[in-house]
C-alpha cells in the first residue's frame, strides 16, 4: 500500500476539481493518494468520477439528518474512517459547524471562486461583474469556523472581458481552479504548505492575506 498522505474529498456536484485531482495523482504530481470520495448528494456525478477512479465513495445524505451537528458528527465519522491526513472540500456545498471544522484545523482545505476576502458566499461572478471589478479569480484557503474566511493558500487572478457573463467567466476561473487546487493539495502533502498561528505558511514564511498568488493575465 502508498505510503503517501491520504486525502479524502467532499462534494456535492459536478466534481471537475476532483477530476483535476484524479488527473493529477495519476501522474504522480500530487503526492498524495485519494482514499474516498464522499457526497451528501446522491446524484453528484463527482461520485462516478471517483468509482471510474477506482476510489472508495460513500453517500451521506444531509436530508436524512435532523440538524446540522448530528450530520456533521455523522459526516466525521464517515471521513475518519478513511484516516486522511488531508480533507479537500471540492464544491462541497454546506455549511460546516464549529465542531467539525476545529476538528480538521490545518488539514482541510476549500476552494471558493472569488478573489478572497471579496465575494464570500454564493453568486460570486455575477457580484464581481455587477461590481464593474477588471479581475476576478479563485482562492484556496484553510478551512475555519468563518465560512470562506480561513486563510488563503494560493489565488488565482482571472480578467473580466467587457463581454463575460457570470457563466463564461465562470469557464475561465473554473481552468485556474484545476490548476491551482492539485497544486496546494500537493503543498499540503509534502509539508510545504501548514497552518500555525492563524496563518498559511509557504516554506516557513507567513504568506501574505491573498496566499501565493498566480495572475493568469501574464
Ligand atoms: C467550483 O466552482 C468551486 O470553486 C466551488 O464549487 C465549484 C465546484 O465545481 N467551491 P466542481 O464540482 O469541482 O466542478
Known sequence: ?????????????????????????????????????????????????????????????????????????????EIDQFQPDIVVLAGFMRILTPAFTEHYLGKMLNIHPSLLPKFQGLHTHQRAIDAGDNCHGVTVHFVTAELDGGPAAIQAIVPIEQQDDAASLAQRVQVQEHIIYPMAVNWLASGRLRYQAGKAWLDGSPLPVQGFQIDSRL
Open 1 to 77: 500500500m502508498s505510503s503517501l498522505p491520504r486525502v479524502v474529498v467532499l462534494l456535492s456536484g459536478g466534481g471537475t476539481n476532483l477530476q483535476a485531482l484524479i488527473d493529477s495523482a495519476a501522474t504522480s504530481e500530487l503526492g498524495a493518494q485519494l482514499v474516498g470520495v464522499i457526497s451528501n448528494r446522491p446524484a453528484a456525478f463527482g461520485l462516478e468520477r471517483a468509482a471510474k477512479a477506482g476510489i472508495a465513495t460513500r453517500l451521506l445524505d444531509h436530508t436524512a439528518f435532523d440538524s446540522r451537528e448530528a450530520f456533521d458528527t455523522a459526516l466525521m465519522a
